[in-house]
């Protein structure tokens, strides 16, 4: 191979991305693509308070930008050891050089790689791809030496990038379809009078809601719905062959299926979930109608003794929670969401919605509830956070409108926890005087979100900006607190701010 710098920068870059690009046709969504297993590693080394507010902060995009992070790394490793063994194997057995160097190239990617998995059978074709790739620009290369003539070598190496870029499409459009069909694998709730009644408290929501521009709607949609997991994919959890087990302080220890569960009495019921580290402007904060069935009839049949005091739940992922019994004893075991399975995301197939508490206990893909004689702290606990009491009051600005009637529309949404949102009250004079915002009918759920609206008429006197604050009053009298602090440890407090131009 008439060796330049740039040619082995591209042969290395185009084994890498192939060998990678392999395992994402592949392997899409589960762990046996390598770069979800090699995130995962990544995750563990940095230190976790890093991790932890990247990905609270961040929420999904954090999950993107550190695969994409990921994805990059290893490309440039798989690519480096690719050629680094083809060059190795070429120049041990120089006769035969083609073979030597592609069949230490695949070695080489394989055994640097099988650890990243776990499993041999995910890493055979990656690796076995990006050797070809190595091979095949070589190849190409020496096919090409009898012409001697570097512009024709020039476009032997843009033929040889153009098929390696044909087969990056592919293998990469199959892992967006696959992907894309794992996310729409959304089923439908089974059991019909359940499902419908689950839709109809949907829509029974949307048509309660304020119609203004901009709005967030009552009830989000499950693709629109905030996530935060500790994974960057979810794991994937077979129905039939999961277990719910109830064990501890318990008279009869529990092995429950998922049928089990199903056969339990079934309720709908709305409910928000606010992560801890959502802002006083975030977006981790949504509402959906949820379908399961109660904890505290499961636990009626564990039977809880006396000196049960918590409970440790624990997830497949090995997420966990130390949750107050009566806390549980009141939670949801949900199997059902917008009238749809549980979907994978949101941590099919059960997971646990505790009323009044912040988004971190509710568990997902649940797995475990051992009752325990004391509280045991939780894995955002472990990193630091802190908050296991009732939600904080919120109440967050959507948009500012402006219709042409020359008023400033403002509109937006609230949420306090099962206390519920009594009023939202405006300010627009720096907190000054107060006047109340027209609200959505509250669903019959408190622990949900209210919408809110409220218009400011302009007058010719007012000053060229307002200084607009807005905050909630609980069901239970108490005005949101106007002293800001961050997310991080206890979660955010404050009102929410804007200075809004007159016109
Ligand atoms: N097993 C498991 N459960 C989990 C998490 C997780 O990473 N693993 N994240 C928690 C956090 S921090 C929040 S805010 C909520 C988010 O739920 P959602 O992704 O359905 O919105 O799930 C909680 N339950
Ligand atoms: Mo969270």
């Known amino acids: 191979m008439r060796e330049t ?3 082995a920068i591209v042969t290395l870059l185009a084994a890498g991305i192939s060998s990678v690009a392999t395992s994402f046709g592949i392997y899409a969504t589960s762990e046996r693509f390598l770069v979800s297993s090699f995130n995962r590693l990544v995750l563990e080394v940095l230190p976790g308070w890093f991790v932890s507010t990247f990905i609270q902060v961040l929420g999904d995009l954090a999950l993107e930008l550190s695969m994409l992070f990921s994805g990059a790394i290893l490309s440039v490793v798989v690519g480096a050891v690719a050629v680094g063994g083809y060059r190795l194997g070429a120049s041990i057995r120089p006769s035969s050089r083609e073979l030597a160097g ?15 998995v776990g499993a041999a059978s995910a890493v055979v074709l990656p690796a076995i791809v990006g050797g070809a ?7 190409a290369l020496t096919s090409n030496e009898p012409t001697g003539d570097v512009r024709s070598d020039r476009r032997v190496v843009v033929q040889a990038v ?3 870029a044909a087969y990056n499409v592919v293998a990469h459009g199959l892992g967006f379809v696959r992907r894309s069909q794992t996310r729409r694998s959304e089923r439908e709730l089974q059991g019909q009078a359940t499902r419908r009644e689950a839709e109809h408290l949907v829509a029974e929501a949307n048509d309660a809601g304020i119609d203004a521009d901009g709005i967030k709607p009552l009830i989000s949609e499950i693709g629109e719905f905030y996530r935060v997991d500790i994974n960057p994919t979810p794991p994937t959890v077979d129905a039939d062959a999961w277990n719910l087990s109830v064990t501890g302080l318990v008279d009869e220890e529990l092995e429950l299926e998922y049928d089990d569960i199903r056969g339990y009495e079934t309720i709908n019921q709305y409910k928000a979930i606010r992560c801890l580290s959502d802002g006083i402007d975030g977006e981790q904060l949504d509402t959906a109608v949820w379908t399961g069935c109660r904890m505290g009839d499961v636990l009626e049949d564990a039977g809880v003794q006396e000196d049960g005091e918590y409970a440790m739940v624990r997830g497949v992922d090995d997420y966990f929670y130390s949750i107050p019994l009566e806390d549980l004893a009141d939670s949801l075991l949900a199997f059902g969401m917008n009238g749809m399975e549980l979907p994978a995301g949101h941590g099919y197939p059960v997971r646990l919605l505790v009323p009044d508490r912040w988004g971190k206990l509710h568990v997902k893909w649940l797995t475990d509830v051992e009752i325990v004689g004391e509280e045991a702290g939780g894995y955002w606990e472990e990193r630091g956070w802190n908050g296991m009491g009732p939600v904080n009051a919120v109440t967050k600005v959507d948009r ?9 529309q403002l509109v937006g949404h609230a949420y306090a926890g099962a206390r519920g949102v009594e009023a939202v009250e405006l300010s627009i004079d720096g907190g000054d005087s107060w006047e109340e915002a027209t609200l959505s009918e509250p669903l019959p759920d408190p622990d949900t979100t209210r919408q809110w609206r409220y218009e400011i008429d302009p007058s010719a006197d007012d000053p ?3 200084d607009v604050y807005a905050r909630t009053i609980d069901g239970e009298g108490t005005v949101q607190p106007e002293e800001r602090t961050d997310p991080y440890p206890d979660g955010a407090t404050g009102w929410a701010q804007r200075t809004v131009r007159r016109q």
Do not use: C, E, K, Q
């Not at 070695?107 to 099988?114: G, K, P, Q």
């Open 162 to 164: 153009g098929a390696v």
């Open 102 to 116: 592609t069949v230490l190239a695949v070695a080489l990617v394989f055994v640097v790689t099988y650890p990243v």
């Open 133 to 139: 790739v190595v091979a095949g620009f070589d190849l």
């Open 5 to 7: 710098r740039l040619v």
């Open 400 to 408: 500012i409108n402006r219709p042409d009637d020359g008023r400033i």
């Open 464 to 466: 060229d900006s307002y």
